[in-house]
């Protein structure tokens, strides 16, 4: 079936992809809520130690039928040869940086990066021995001049968190390859609806799927996506010791959750398209930030990469925290939490959350101002939304 599934289109793909039924038929996925499986023989458990076939299964932390089912079906969507679903976004880039890595390797790695990403290659990975140096991922030159013949791994997020800059994947990919470093993209952001980086280069590509893949707030789920010697080799081999997998319920929800995604993706992105317009030139707004607006610095590359703006925008009020904090408490229907990729339109304050752990200069560096506010959009009326965030901007 898993064969026959991947001529389609990823809409079909994301509701029949990896699809297995038991022997009663079953309409909807099977929820396999089992750590263990029985085995008819001794000498049955003992060829499955040997040597497991995609379709058998020795115990939960190594793999499961309704976590294989999450696997398939994402992996066909991005063109992967194979998935390791995981129990959080950050089981996914701590395995897909750590498993490839020993002591003297080099990594390079954009600086604008999800805080606990961050946490990784600034305090982890150095403690291992292993040298990361960071650039301004927008900055082509310096990509070339941070690539070294010992480069081991490049990462960066393809959208970065919470500024909204964009990296040219094919370009920094190229500059990688040349030095046969593996590419590993957080591509979190761009969601593998609207950009898929195998198709652009990228090696490995890693999901927190407890943001537009569940969509609705749920679940905390991973997934790290690539050739099937990285992700079966590589990376299986280290999880499945180490105690990262995917728990099975998880894996059912975000299953079901692939069903719809290419909907609502499709949809908040239209939603944040629609309200990035009607808040640009905002008196109280010094810029709205999204890759879909004219103004946005690295739009060409956004209209080249992407099939649409996505769904996240951050707005710089005039003013810092005080006035953001005033924005944040007016909202009706915007929630304030650090999620995002949810159904419901979400807001942060990133200075004091998300990145309050970065010093002073880091923020100023990156862009993060005490003025700055990322907006999730989710799947409400954008007319409502709308209407939410300009009733809040007049209470600043
Ligand atoms: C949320 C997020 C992560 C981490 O995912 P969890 O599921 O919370 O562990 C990693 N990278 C980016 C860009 C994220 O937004």
Same mark, same amino acid.
């Given at each position: 079936m898993t064969e026959r599934k991947q001529k389609y289109h990823p809409r079909t793909q994301l509701v029949h992809g990896g699809t297995t039924r038991s022997q009663?038929?079953?309409?909807s996925e099977a929820m396999?809520?089992?750590q263990g499986f029985a085995y008819d023989s001794a000498e049955q458990a003992e060829a499955r130690f040997i040597s497991c076939p995609d379709n058998e299964f020795i115990y939960a932390r190594y793999g499961n039928p309704t976590v294989r089912m999450f696997e398939d079906r994402i992996a066909m969507l991005e063109g992967a040869e194979a998935a390791f679903a995981t129990a959080s976004g950050m089981a996914a880039v701590n395995a897909a940086l750590t498993a490839p890595l020993k002591a003297g390797d080099h990594v390079v790695a954009a600086k604008a990066l999800f805080g606990s990403c961050l946490y990784i290659l600034e305090d982890i990975l150095p403690r291992f021995g292993v040298e990361v140096t960071f650039v301004d991922g927008t900055d082509l030159g310096a990509w070339e001049k941070a690539l070294? =013949? #010992?480069?081991?791994i490049v990462f960066f997020e393809?959208?970065?968190?919470?500024?909204?800059e964009m990296i040219d994947v094919e370009a920094v990919c190229k500059l990688a390859h040349d030095v046969n470093a593996t590419v590993v993209v957080d591509n979190v952001f761009a969601t593998p609806v609207l950009s898929r980086m195998l198709e652009r280069g990228a090696d490995v590509v890693v999901y927190s799927?407890?943001?537009?893949?569940?969509?609705?707030?749920?679940c905390l789920g991973g997934v790290i996506l690539g050739s099937r010697e990285f992700v079966r080799g590589t990376c299986e081999t280290y999880l499945k010791h180490t105690g990262g997998s995917m728990s099975p319920f998880n894996a059912w929800v975000m299953l079901k959750g692939l069903e719809t995604m290419d909907l609502r993706v499709r949809a908040q992105a239209d939603n944040a398209m629609q309200i990035a317009s009607a808040l640009q030139?905002?008196?109280?707004?010094e810029t709205v930030i999204y890759?879909?607006? =004219? #103004?946005?610095?690295q739009h060409d590359l956004c209209k080249a990469q992407m099939q649409?703006?996505?769904t996240v925008i951050a707005l710089v009020l005039k003013g810092g925290q005080a006035e953001a904090f005033r924005m944040l408490n007016a909202l009706d229907i915007v929630t304030i939490s650090n999620?995002?990729?949810?159904a419901k339109s979400l807001v942060t304050?990133?200075?004091?959350?998300?990145?309050?752990?970065?010093?002073d200069e880091q923020r100023a560096e990156l862009g993060i101002g005490d003025g700055l506010v990322r907006l999730s959009i989710g799947l409400e009326d954008a007319g409502d939304l709308i209407q939410d965030l300009k009733n809040a901007l007049s209470a600043v």
């Open positions: 009663f038929g079953e309409l396999y809520l089992t070294r =013949a #010992d480069t081991k393809s959208v970065a968190n919470p500024t909204l799927a407890t943001k537009h893949i569940d969509g609705q707030g749920r030139g905002h008196e109280k707004l890759p879909g607006l =004219a #103004d946005h610095p649409a703006g996505g999620n995002l990729g949810d304050h990133p200075s004091t959350t998300t990145h309050q752990r970065l010093s």
